[in-house]
């Protein structure tokens, strides 16, 4: 090989290593701040980083079961009580993370990575929930009570004409036996 070949290859060589670095980097971007994997990126973490991979599972799965709470939730104000008292957990974990004096530094810093990862998923699986028409089709409290009330006030009426119809009908008949 000439000294031209040599460089040219080496300089190729160099522009792979530098698109495999930045692959990785966007990777890990991804993983930190929640956001979904290809199955590209999934097998690359099997082969290289099976710890990550199994971190960004267990966060997909708190991702699914928080969706599924959503999809279970009544009113809108029942949505925001969930966002609310997930997040208020997250707080808390982050809290005694933080305030622990028997973790080292460095460990905190993972721990409150892995953390933020989680909130990233949940905050992104609320905002897609609250732009979705199930959000939309979600009655608000002050309207359930309306409803309940509005149909309360016409069972009592309906029971208060069956009432007075009898209360007639018992009145004929008296009437009549007179």
């Not at 956001?35 to 590209?40: A, M």
């Not at 990126?41 to 997909?60: G, V």
């Not at 005694?96 to 953390?115: F, G, H, T």
């Given at each position: ?14 522009a792979q290593t530098e698109r495999e670095r930045s692959a990785t980097s966007e990777l890990y ?91 990233c998923m949940i905050r992104d699986a609320h905002q897609a929930f609250e732009k979705s028409r199930a959000y939309e ?42």
């Amino acid at each position: 090989m000439t000294q031209d070949e040599i460089l040219l290859d080496s300089l190729e060589r160099q522009a792979q290593t530098e698109r495999e670095r930045s692959a990785t980097s966007e990777l890990y971007t991804k993983l930190k701040t929640g956001g979904t994997l290809t199955e590209e990126e999934i097998a690359y973490l099997k082969e290289h980083d099976p710890e990550a991979l199994a971190e960004y599972e267990k966060a997909q799965t708190e991702k699914k079961a928080y969706e599924n709470a959503l999809k279970n939730c009544r009113t809108k104000e029942d949505v925001q009580r969930l966002k609310l008292n997930r997040m208020g957990s997250f707080a808390a974990q982050a809290k005694e993370i933080a305030s622990n004096p028997y973790i080292p530094k460095d460990k905190k810093v993972v721990l409150m990575q892995r953390l933020n990862n989680e909130v990233c998923m949940i905050r992104d699986a609320h905002q897609a929930f609250e732009k979705s028409r199930a959000y939309e089709e979600l009655p608000e409290e002050q309207q359930l009570r309306r409803e309940a009330a509005d149909e309360s006030a016409e069972k009592m009426e309906q029971q208060k004409d069956t009432e007075q119809a009898e209360t007639t009908e018992d009145s004929k008949y008296d009437n009549k036996n007179k």
